[in-house]
C-alpha cells in the first residue's frame, strides 16, 4: 500500500502538471519588454483576452485618462508563459546568443529564435532561485533570482491558463496557483 501523499509532494505535482500541458507545444509570439527586462511566451490555441478598465485607477480632477482608463484587447494563446523580475540567459545549441541585461537589438535577435520552438522541459531548482526551460529545437533559458529579499520577494515568472489562473514562483522558493482577478491580500504562497 502507498504511502499517503504529502502537502509538499501533492503541490510540486500541481506544478508540474500545468507544466506537462505546454510539454511539446510550440511557443509564438515570443518577445521581450523594452526597457524592462522580462519575456513573455503563448502557447496553444490562439484566443482573444480584454482586460476591463481598471477603476482604482480614476483620474483626478483635470487628468488625462492613461491606458489604464482603457478597454484592453490582446491575442494570447492557452498559456502565456511571462519571465520577470529575475536575470535570464538564452542559448541556442548550447551557445549562449542573448542575455537580460543585453541591448534591445540583442535581445531581440535572441528572442527572435525561440519562436516556434516547443517546451519540452522546465526543471526548477527545489530553493526556487533558478528555472531551466528547454526547447526542442536546442533553445534553452536559464532564470536566475536577482536578489534575497526576504521581506518582499520577487516572483520570477508566471503562467496564465485559459481558465484565468495564474501559476506565480517566486525566488523564495514559494509558489501559488490563483486566479487572475482574486485579490492579492487572499493569495496564500506555499513551498514549492
Given at each position: 500500500m502507498a504511502a499517503p501523499a504529502t502537502e509538499q509532494s501533492l503541490m510540486s505535482e500541481t506544478i508540474a502538471g500545468l507544466l506537462r500541458a505546454l510539454y511539446g507545444k510550440p511557443c509564438w509570439n515570443v518577445q521581450h519588454g523594452y526597457w524592462l527586462s522580462f519575456l513573455t511566451f503563448d502557447f496553444g490555441e490562439p484566443r482573444v483576452v480584454i482586460h476591463e478598465p481598471r477603476e482604482q485607477f480614476q483620474p483626478r480632477e483635470g487628468e488625462k485618462r492613461s491606458w489604464?482608463?482603457?478597454?484592453?484587447?490582446?491575442v494570447r494563446g492557452e498559456w502565456h508563459l511571462r519571465i520577470?523580475?529575475?536575470s535570464w540567459l538564452i542559448f541556442q545549441d548550447d551557445e549562449p546568443?542573448?542575455?537580460s541585461e543585453d541591448s534591445n537589438e540583442e535581445q531581440d535577435r535572441a528572442?527572435?529564435?525561440l519562436q516556434g520552438q516547443a517546451l519540452i522541459e522546465a526543471v526548477i531548482t527545489p530553493d526556487g532561485r533558478r528555472t531551466r526551460f528547454t526547447f526542442d529545437l536546442g533553445g534553452v533559458i536559464?532564470?536566475?533570482a536577482w536578489t534575497d529579499q526576504a521581506d518582499h520577494?520577487?516572483?520570477q515568472w508566471t503562467l496564465a491558463d485559459s481558465t484565468g489562473y495564474w501559476l506565480s514562483i517566486r525566488e523564495d522558493g514559494k509558489y501559488n496557483y490563483v486566479r487572475d482577478d482574486a485579490p492579492r491580500d487572499t493569495w496564500?504562497?506555499?513551498?514549492?
Open positions: 489604464r482608463h482603457k478597454r484592453m484587447a490582446s520577470d523580475d529575475c546568443i542573448g542575455h528572442v527572435v529564435r536559464h532564470t536566475r520577494p520577487r516572483v496564500e504562497w506555499l513551498p514549492l
